[in-house]
T-cell receptor, first 112, second 115 residues
Framework: GNSVTQMEGPVTLSEEAFLTINCTYT??????LFWYVQYPGEGLQLLLK?????DKGSNKGFEATYRKETTSFHLEKGSVQVSDSAVYFC???????????FGQGTTLQVKP | GAVVSQHPSRVICKSGTSVKIECRSL??????MFWYRQFPKQSLMLMAT?????????EQGVEKDKFLINHASLTLSTLTVTSAHPEDSSFYIC???????????FGPGTRLTVT
């Protein structure tokens, strides 16, 4: 079945450091890929998405590229801020509008 | 942006009682809502998909008679945990799908503790 694997956290960085959170997936066909972010005390929010191979999703300085050859969708940001501290979830959907399958989440802590 | 609310945010109940959790889309109509369960330091696990006016579709291993889902309107879905037991204690999260089929809007979650 479809699955998503994320790097374990927590990830602790200093402000302005470069961020990478690894995400790989297993799926049949051509899934859509997502990154969601959950700030403390809030619900999950869609951060970015990519719906086909080689697409790059981007938002708020974060980027992720849909790599079918390596079945990966790694999240990157060039310079993190304290306000980026949150839990980040990688997810996939096997069909348009279908159910989401989540990775285990990665906690990011950014220190000033 | 689209907002989804959940009520209550926290609930404590005694073993054997039933608890109802509401999920509302506040500024959009949602034909489809999803219910997830999240264990500490673990991922979200989809429990069921709820379509307005029809029966919910439950994921394998989820007891439909224990977790009753009703989606009576385009803005409200409810999850009732019947005859709750301590192992049902968890964080329950709903989401609603709007016009964009790729995007789900998530509620803030409900922490259920069964004593």
């Amino acid at each position: 079945g479809n699955s998503v694997t994320q790097m374990e956290g927590p990830v602790t960085l200093s402000e302005e450091a470069f961020l990478t959170i690894n995400c790989t997936y297993t799926a049949t066909g051509y899934p859509s890929l997502f990154w969601y972010v959950q700030y403390p005390g809030e619900g999950l929010q869609l951060l970015l998405k990519a719906t086909k191979a080689d697409d790059k999703g981007s938002n708020k300085g974060f980027e992720a590229t849909y790599r079918k050859e390596t079945t990966s969708f790694h999240l990157e940001k060039g310079s993190v801020q304290v306000s980026d501290s949150a839990v980040y979830f990688c997810a996939l959907s096997g069909t348009t509008g279908g159910k989401l399958i989540f990775g285990q989440g990665t906690t990011l802590q950014v220190k000033p | 942006g689209a907002v989804v609310s959940q009520h209550p945010s926290r609930v404590i109940c005694k073993s054997g009682t039933s608890v109802k959790i509401e999920c509302r889309s506040l500024d959009f109509q949602a034909t489809t809502m999803f219910w997830y369960r999240q264990f500490p330091k673990q991922s979200l696990m989809l429990m069921a998909t709820s379509n307005e006016g029809s029966k919910a579709t439950y994921e394998q291993g989820v007891e439909k008679d224990k977790f009753l889902i009703n989606h009576a309107s385009l803005t409200l879905s409810t999850l009732t945990v019947t005859s709750a037991h301590p192992e049902d204690s968890s964080f329950y999260i709903c989401s609603a799908r709007g016009r964009d089929p790729y995007e789900q809007y998530f509620g803030p979650g409900t922490r259920l503790t069964v004593t």
